[in-house]
C-alpha cells in the first residue's frame, strides 16, 4: 500500500501556494484566494497525488434530511485527485488524513458531479429538506466521526 502524507499549503493573501502545475488538476480552483480556507497537498514522495481545500469551522445553513441543527463541521470545499491517479484509492486514502486532522469532527462535502466518488467511498447522501434539487449541490457527510 502507498503512503500518503498530508501538507498544509502556505496560504498568501492573494492566493494558496500550489506548485503551478496545472496538469492533472482543474486550474480554476487552484490558485484563487478564499478567506478562511486552509489548503492541503496530499504526497508520495514528491510526488502530488492530491489537493484538498477546507473550511473550519463550516456551518451548514440549509436543512437537510437526517442532519440536526444546528450542525457545525469541516467543510471539504474543494477536492481533487491528479487525473493519472484516479481510481486507484488514493481519493479514500487522503480523506483519510483529512479525518485524522479533523478528529470527532463532522466532515461535510459537497458534490460537484462526483456523487458516485462521495457515496463510493461510504459517506452519506443528505438531501434538502424542501426536496429542491434545482442548482444546488448534494450535501455528502462522513458518516464515522
Known amino acids: ?26 486550474t480554476r480552483w487552484w490558485h484563487e484566494h478564499h478567506d478562511g480556507m486552509d489548503w492541503f497537498n496530499f504526497l508520495h514522495g514528491n510526488i502530488e497525488l492530491a489537493r484538498a481545500g477546507v473550511i473550519s469551522p463550516y456551518t451548514l445553513e440549509a436543512d437537510y ?3 440536526i441543527h444546528p450542525c457545525t463541521g469541516v467543510q471539504i470545499a474543494f477536492f481533487e485527485v491528479h487525473k493519472e491517479y484516479r481510481r486507484k484509492g488514493f481519493g479514500r486514502s487522503s480523506l483519510e488524513l483529512i479525518k485524522q486532522k479533523y478528529p470527532d469532527t463532522k466532515i461535510f462535502a459537497f458534490s460537484e458531479n462526483a456523487d458516485d466518488f462521495w457515496s463510493g467511498i ?14 444546488y449541490q448534494k450535501l455528502y457527510i462522513y458518516n464515522g466521526y
Open 1 to 26: 500500500m502507498t503512503v500518503l502524507k498530508i501538507h498544509q499549503v502556505p496560504n498568501s493573501s492573494y492566493s494558496p501556494s500550489f506548485e503551478h502545475k496545472p496538469e492533472g488538476f482543474n
Open 65 to 67: 434530511k437526517e442532519v
Open 122 to 135: 461510504g459517506w452519506i447522501y443528505h438531501p434538502r429538506q424542501d426536496d429542491h434539487i434545482g442548482h
